[in-house]
């Protein structure tokens, strides 16, 4: 679509040298993006002179998280007019070529349609895997369920270089008119799983696609240790995920409760599972427990650090 309208909104928080990366990266696609908008959720470091520099205008609010931030983001592109929007944190970057591809790609029957997120350090791999999906557009459950971790190996899955699954918000490209149909990123989440709920709502109005071309280069993450309050949003926001979007619930929270414990461990380390299950951090692990159970969305956080 020639005459699509498309705004690149970047969520930002005290990763300056990271931010002005992804926007140099951003001024430089071969296809001109209408505006650059900044969400900068509070930052603390240079963020404002980088912005500056660069000339890049910018929202500034207090800390309202990734959801906060999408949440604005979108609504500017909602007031201003735009078509779409393409949504990225400002650890990652696209490739100069992203934006064409996924514009010349882009069809009104598509909710979106996303880039996909490759290691900036190891650029045979993916950051995120790929699932296999079942018949209903969902993972393959299973202890040994298969991931497509190999940027070669995604092609074999796609038709027409198109994958119908999304890592979003990372170099997604979102219809506004989607937006007007669903609403908004839902603020209450807060950090984790607004993106996977966006997604799934997303897929309720539109064809939701990953281009296997549209690069997006990001950092390993799989080693970067979690606090204690991303840790609370990671269970209880996975939780209430799993609750409402996949079958066979129990069956899908009881793994994903496990899922989730091994990727702590993975990030943090042994001790920090011990923590959680049974020391100085269990009422952390299981008041999460309790409110991803109960559906308990919202900034709720109130254990010390």
Aim: proline share 3%; charged share 25%; with cysteine.
């Amino acid at each position: 679509m020639n005459h699509l309208k498309t705004v690149a909104i970047v969520v930002t928080h005290n990763r300056s040298k990271l931010l002005k990366r992804c926007l140099i990266n951003l001024m430089g696609q071969t296809y001109k993006l209408d505006k650059i908008l900044v969400i900068d959720n509070d930052s603390k470091d240079n963020t404002q002179e980088v912005l500056s520099n660069l000339k890049i205008d910018c929202i500034k609010q207090q800390n309202l998280g990734s959801a906060g931030g999408w949440n604005t983001g979108l609504k500017y592109a909602l007031k201003n007019g735009f078509d779409a929007a393409w949504l990225m944190d400002d650890d990652g970057y696209p490739d100069k070529k992203a934006y064409e591809i996924l514009k010349k790609s882009y069809s009104a029957e598509m909710s979106c349609i996303s880039s996909v997120i490759v290691n900036d350090s190891d650029k045979s791999k993916f950051v995120f895997p790929y699932p296999i999906i079942n018949r209903y557009g969902i993972p393959k459950n299973g202890i040994y369920r298969q991931n497509i971790k190999f940027v070669s190996s995604l092609p074999i899955y796609s038709k027409n270089n198109l994958y119908p699954w999304i890592h979003p918000f990372n170099g997604v490209l979102i219809s506004i008119n989607a937006v007007r149909k669903i609403g908004n990123v839902n603020t209450d989440y807060f950090l984790y799983g607004d993106e996977v709920d966006y997604f799934f709502r997303l897929r309720k109005v539109g064809k939701t696609f990953s281009h296997v071309k549209a690069l997006h280069f990001h950092p390993e993450i799989s080693k970067r240790p979690l606090t204690k309050i991303k840790i609370f949003y990671f269970i209880r926001n996975s939780i209430i995920n799993y609750k409402k979007y996949y079958k066979y619930k129990i069956f899908k929270c009881s793994l994903g409760i496990l899922y989730i414990l091994f990727k702590i461990y993975q990030k943090n380390n042994f001790k920090t599972i011990i923590s959680l299950l049974f020391g100085k951090n269990k009422k952390l692990f299981y008041k999460s427990l309790y409110q991803g159970l109960n559906n308990k969305l919202g900034i709720n956080y109130d254990i010390k650090d």
